[in-house]
């Protein structure tokens, strides 16, 4: 518990992998009912900031979301490797990726289409690659995002952290006249690095840590 609590404070950066006496308590965390509820918890938060902006009418106005772990969720994945006691395998989580049925993690969904609603548009910003582009624009669809204004996807090889392409493609979109309204990820580098966007909501997330 409190491994996880200073996770998701960011006061841990750096893990590799979750303690493996604290595997039971992790999946145990995101089976039941407490991973939903806190993830309600910033879903509550960031659907009533939206509903409180004025709106320009300009049409520009965005909301980044990160893919994996806040669009859509590796949990059948994780359940399968550790729950994120055992080292990252890129490999089959590849595989995991490419099969295009990761479910939709539902507090998500529901401030996806609330953003619609409102007329604020949504762009996916992910570290997932661009030879990953139609199986995650599948698997997107799928699940019920039914619309974006654009899906930015890693070129493959980049040799950056995650936290630096993210922040250097948000600039690109503030360059070319968005305004990044709001910000969502399950990892601090989703939502770290100006331009971050008005208002960053930070997902829960004890299994994995992306720098
Ligand atoms: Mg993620």
New binding site residues.
């Given amino acids: 518990m409190s491994v996880r609590t200073a996770v998701e404070a960011h006061n841990i950066i750096g893990w590799k992998t979750v303690p493996a006496d604290c595997a039971e308590y992790v999946s145990d965390y995101l089976t039941g009912e407490r991973y939903g509820r806190d993830s309600d918890v910033v879903i509550n938060e960031a659907i009533a900031y939206a509903e409180s902006l004025k709106l320009s009418g300009h049409g520009k106005e965005i909301w980044v979301f ?5 669009a859509l969720s590796t949990l059948p994945y994780q359940a399968k490797h550790g729950y994120g006691t055992k080292p990252y395998d890129h490999a089959s989580f590849v595989q995991y990726v490419a099969g295009g049925s990761a479910p939709a993690l539902q507090g998500t969904l529901r401030l996806y289409r609330r953003l619609l609603q409102l007329g604020i548009k949504p762009v996916f910003l992910t570290d997932r690659t661009e030879d990953q582009r139609a199986v995650t624009t599948h698997n997107l669809l799928s699940q019920g995002y039914y619309s974006w204004e654009k899906l930015l996807l890693q070129p493959v090889g980049l040799q950056t952290t995650t936290q630096a392409f993210k922040t250097g493609e948000r600039q690109k979109l503030v360059s070319a006249g968005y305004v990044i309204v709001g910000n969502i ?3 601090w580098s ?1 939502i770290l690095g100006s331009p971050e966007g008005y208002r960053t909501f930070k997902y829960p997330n004890p299994i994995y840590y992306v720098a």
């Avoid at 990160?66 to 806040?70: A, G, N």
Wanted: net charge negative; charged share 55%.
């Fill in positions: 990160d893919v994996d772990e806040t990820g399950d990892q989703d």
